[in-house]
């Protein structure tokens, strides 16, 4: 099973950057996806999920209206898509898999805003 971010990197307050997540090793349609992201010295926060099929998708407050996930099955891939980045999105961005009690998770891709 393997799970691999790219897209990170270092942008100015008011970039935008796309990350992806390439999965592969797993039935890809069948779980739950979600982007998580972690800052120094605070805790993993929830950024972004869509559901198997793509239907549904949810965000943390502090990304609405910017951020959008999304996922192509045919491809094993999820993105999210950030807009308006600000200096506080800056973290380790990384993807996750969910399908009840099982999950994946990817090594994560460092996002910094900053001027």
Known sequence: VQLVESGGGLVQPGESLRL???????????????????????????????????RTTNYADSVKGRFTISRDNAKNTVYLQMNSLKPEDTAVYRCNAQRGSRGYWGQGTQVTVSS
């Open 20 to 54: 992806s997540c390439a999965a592969s090793g797993f039935t890809f349609s069948s779980y739950t996806m979600n982007w998580y992201r972690q800052a120094p010295r605070k805790e993993r926060e929830l950024v972004a999920s869509i559901s198997t099929g793509g």
